[in-house]
RNA sequence: GCGGGCGUGGUGGAACUGGUAGACACGCUGGAUUUAGGAUCCAGUGCUUCACGGCAUGGGGGUUCGAGUCCCUCCGCCCGCACCA
């Protein structure tokens, strides 16, 4: 320990070498230990890490060396969501066949990851792109359909006429494909999708459960699943009715404003509106127009309430005589309810848009609190609050939730002539997963169109179906369509001329069971039932807040289909969940607006300027990292400069771990300097220590003190550690390293202190291990220790040196801080008022009157009320 | 529009169930040491006052012996959803 200054690229290759020869965190399915799950959520391989991956990883890894050391059986795993488009993107671009591209940067990554000094189970690793795990991905796709939650229907879809392939929404931008900028049509196509809805209230129901999951995502999901109690109700037309709809069949949640109806409308894509268009231009027009309609944001936002009359009226069913027009309206979702709904403009905003621009009767039949029931109407904005329903017949007076319950309970007991029927109902905003993506780069769906036999699975004995290597993308469009013979292929079931289906599955698929193949990655069945379920669920798992919608409802969905299925007991994937926070980095640009990468801009004395040009930079807004702003840092050369663990340092320091992080140059140099001064400050004291006691002599108040400052710090960090906040476990690092600074000097003059100070820095390294993995393996190796770090117990608190005999006691006059005293712990109320008292400027305050009351709280505080 | 969250020094942020606001760090100021340093060490650092003290957790109000924390209200920023009947 002689040298003075630490270096950490030595230092941490030599570590990483002896980790990975002795095979420190190699996992057992059968070590008898108590088992924990640690999992951040696998990289797509893009081809190098970046900031957000050393964040995330940094944190999984404190947890699994902690838990570890707590004397766990600690799954950490890594693997690659390797299936997806940027492969296919890259291999029309550069040529590059996207197996190769992909398993290339696989490598890279794997590299760089391996800098970091992770304590992963690289003999776990798997790519979903590697044959055995589509493989048994599609065992899997096949016990679903055999249960029927795997199924096929037609489905609309945003399809790009010119890549001719379906887009998901969030690669149509401004109603035109993202990459051919082609106007994007709107499809009917035979998809494939996952009964996700089959799970609809269980997987609302559930998330009570999840008491380690934050409230946000719980409530995110929650709206996404999007429950809604209602009735569904038939209305009977004026004959004549038309053929094959005998009725008209509408949802509402709101039954209780059935007097205010005053139309009906149906959706563009009802399946009466196509009949109706067959013979009625005018619909026919209108339904083209509303196909056209993108479904941007913004054309959703500005799109005008419109509609075209379809001829047909209904009977209301309370009020003799009335009759209500039914219109096909733009506004109105096939997708949920039944497609129909009746207009009451009165409450609701969209009804009554449409109410005004076609003249129809607005009545009001909810009053609000104190309005006036015979002037009160509404203008041009309808209500939507409480209130006290009236213009109602029977439900006149109730309150909305009575005048629901009225309503319901008539209809049920079939009391309403005019309506055929009605049932109370739940409807789920929740649709059903569509898993069919034209595209050659993901896993194949394995089934085979039979022109005799329809849809017949590939038989298990014939999987995996194996994607093609020899493809081109020179056509736009799906290779796998194109290919020449790989489609071409006999039917299972009656040896006919059939063709394979040429789909693959979106990459959520793959995503959403890894976590399971991670505890028997090399199972010849997609899981080993009784390992997955000793692993399963994962204890914590860790990853950005924008999967939490469709990564973890796609995962809990997973769950409960290979519970159903025999594949996992449990229904619950995640156990604890941990939404970390982005990093950010200052924006730089050029004059003339371009944007700047930060090595390319140098702060001088007379301003920011370009390290080559010279010209004035802008610095702008802070944003989270990203290769469009170039405010990026590379991981690779931070690890270089610095090491590993002052990148891990820092990304641990200061902010909360699911805030957004800021990347600053003096940031990660204040986290070097730290790495250096731990270093020196315990190869200075090494010389010093005293290894014959552990320094409880009471003859030294200096020992003991710095005894009870390291076990404090110990069960403090420990308990950080245990709840994620690893910013403050870092604070209070920093200040056990102050007090042994500041006690250093003593230590050659007592000898009870050099023997606490030997235990102290034996804490210290076992402290910053999960964090600075290599920089504690060198200090712990410096203090004289023969063991791996890695592989110590971390220690226990002494439980006798985390409380004080004597307390400083705040005293209070009239709430605010006036003195303070120290007495003896245990001190009674009397003794602890009658020296509050005689202090001098309580007395000041009391000007030598009695004081009017006096506040002790035990080892708390104490108020004196004047 | 609906739903949710957050506002604390120059900065990132501490403050467990209401109980010493500003821990810890960055930055800054002064000093020491050094050929030099973006190295290291020491001291200081919410605002205000000569001082006693006063004022401070987005603004205003309330509950309480006591409020950053609880309640009401207003303002500002951020995130999610998006015609869901």
Known sequence: MANPRYNARETEARWQKIWAERGVFRTTNDDPRPKYYVLEMFPYPSGRIHMGHVRNYTMGDVVARFLRAKGYNVLHPMGWDAFGMPAENAAMQNKVHPKTWTYDNIAAMREQLKLMGLSLDWDREFATCDLDYYHQQQKLFLDFLAVDLA????????????????????????????????????????????????????????????????????????????????????????????????????????????????????????????????????????????????????????????????????????????????????????????????????????????????????????????????????????????????????????????????????????????IAEAAREVNYRLRDWGISRQRYWGCPIPVIHCPECDVVPVPETDLPVELPDDIDFDAPGNPLDRHPTWKHVDCPKCGGKARRETDTMDTFVDSSWYFARFTGPRADRPTEPDVVNAWLPVDQYIGGVEHAILHLLYSRFFSRAMKATGHVAVSEPFDGLFTQGMVTHETYKGEDGRWLFPEEVVFGAGGTTHAETGEAVTIGSIESMSKSKKNVVDPSAIITAYGADTARWFMLSDTPPDRDIQWTDAGVEGAHRFVQRLWRQVGALTGKLDRSGNGSDPSSPAALDLRKATHRTLAAVGSDIEKLHFNRAVARIYELMNTISAAAPGVDADPALAAAMAETLDILAKLIAPMMPHLAEEIWAGLGHETLISEEAWPEADRSLLVEDMIVLPVQVNGKKRGELTIARDASQADVEAAALALEPVNRFLDGRPPRKIVVVPQRIVNVVV
């Not at 009964?195 to 409230?215: K, V």
């Not at 309609?293 to 001829?311: L, Q």
């Not at 096939?334 to 009804?351: T, V």
């Open 151 to 418: 199924y096929r229907r037609k489905s609309k879809v945003n399809w790009d006429p010119v890549d001719q392939t379906v887009l998901a929404n969030e690669q149509v931008i401004d109603g035109r494909g993202w990459r051919s900028g082609a106007l994007v049509e709107q499809r009917e196509l035979t998809q494939w999708f996952f009964r996700i809805t089959a799970f609809s209230e269980d997987l609302l129901t559930a998330l009570d459960g999840l008491e380690r999951w934050p409230d946000k995502v719980r409530l995110m999901q929650k709206n996404w699943i999007g429950r809604s109690e209602g009735l569904r109700l038939r209305f009977a037309f004026i004959p004549p009715a038309p053929d094959d709809f005998p009725y008209l069949e509408v949802f509402t949640t709101r039954p209780d404003t059935l007097f205010g109806a005053s139309f009906m409308a149906l959706s563009p894509d009802h399946k009466l509106t196509e009949k109706l268009a067959e013979s009625n231009d005018k619909i026919a027009d209108f339904v083209a127009e509303c196909r056209r309609m993108g479904t941007s944001v913004e054309a959703i936002e500005t799109a005008e309430k419109k509609g075209v009359f379809t001829g047909l009226t209904v009977r209301h069913p309370f009020l003799k005589g009335v009759e209500l027009p039914v219109y096909v309206a733009n506004f109105v979702l096939m997708e949920y309810g039944s497609g129909a709904i009746f207009g009451c403009p009165a409450h609701d905003q969209r009804d009554l848009d449409f109410a005004r621009k076609y003249g129809l009767n607005v009545t009001a039949v909810v009053l609000p609190p104190g309005a006036d029931p015979n002037s009160f109407a509404v203008d041009d904005k309808a209500y939507v609050e409480d209130g006290t329903i009236f213009n109602s017949d029977f439900l006149n007076g109730m309150t909305i939730a009575d005048a629901k319950e009225a309503v319901a309970s008539r209809l049920e007991q079939r009391q309403v002539a005019n």
